[in-house]
């Protein structure tokens, strides 16, 4: 049983660090193929089902907050495909740019709302009148990762029309992703793990007996991360410090 899986490195980055920690070391120098072996299921195992190839989908980061992402980034990078961690490393593009929007806040349900002018922080016209009610504009840095869900979607449905899989494992609590998932579901199992520490995103879940049947839904926890690291030096390429 040959198991293709399809990562969203930018959703598994950032689901390992809100279920380990920003601040803390220890899983950041992943190794990709060993997290999906500790994923398989048991129902899967004993089928005889085996990774047979790990498709990771990221872009590179700019460094605009931080200087040394970039190069850390490659060497990560790098070490996965000199472990045979990864079997193809598929890029999008990262975008940095200014945009302008008025200023928001969560009300009691968590929702977005505007954020109006209102003591102590008002805004006054020319004359020196209030304005209660006034919106409040921001201009911010616009960080956004474009690509990585159409590289993955593209990679599992490919690899499941040439028959180049009998199952599929998604690592990503991206709803954008519900399609090709379920598409896939039609043809053979498909697993989803959520990397992160909320819940998994409703348009990913699905029945266990639907389609192909043998579908599982799991979290990633803390101790999938830290078990499945890689050596501290692989070959010429050691691990960041802090990571």
């Not at 969203?8 to 380990?20: H, K, P």
């Not at 956004?144 to 199952?167: F, I, M, S, W």
Request: hydrophobic share 40%; aromatic share 8%.
């Amino acid at each position: 049983m040959r198991v293709g899986v399809y990562v969203d490195g930018f959703n598994l980055y950032f689901g390992a660090r809100s279920v380990c920690g920003r601040g803390t070391h220890g899983w950041r120098w992943l190794d990709v193929r060993a997290l999906a072996e500790r994923l398989l299921s048991s129902e899967w195992r004993e089928d005889g089902a085996s990774v047979d190839r790990v498709v990771y989908c990221t872009a590179r980061v700019s460094g605009i907050e931080d200087r040394s992402s970039p190069a850390d980034q490659d060497v990560y990078l790098r070490a996965l495909r000199a472990h045979g961690s990864v079997d193809w490393i598929a890029f999008g593009t990262f975008v940095t740019r200014v945009k302008v929007a008025p200023l928001a806040e969560r009300d009691g349900r968590g929702r977005p709302q505007l954020a109006r002018a209102r003591w102590p922080i008002q805004t006054r016209d020319a004359l020196g009148a209030d304005m209660p009610g006034a919106t409040f504009m921001v201009s911010y840095l616009d960080r956004e990762e474009k690509g990585t869900d159409v590289n993955l979607a593209t990679h599992l449905l490919l690899d499941v029309l040439r028959q180049k899989v009998d199952a599929a494992i998604v690592i990503s609590n991206d709803s954008d992703l519900a399609l090709p998932i379920r598409i896939a579901r039609a043809d053979l199992p498909v697993g989803v793990a959520n990397p992160g520490a909320g819940p998994l995103a409703g348009r990913l879940r699905g029945h266990h007996l639907e389609g192909a049947q043998g579908h599982w839904w799991r979290r990633i926890e803390r101790a999938d991360y830290r078990a499945c690291q890689l050596p501290k030096c692989v070959g010429a390429l050691s691990r960041p410090e802090g990571w």
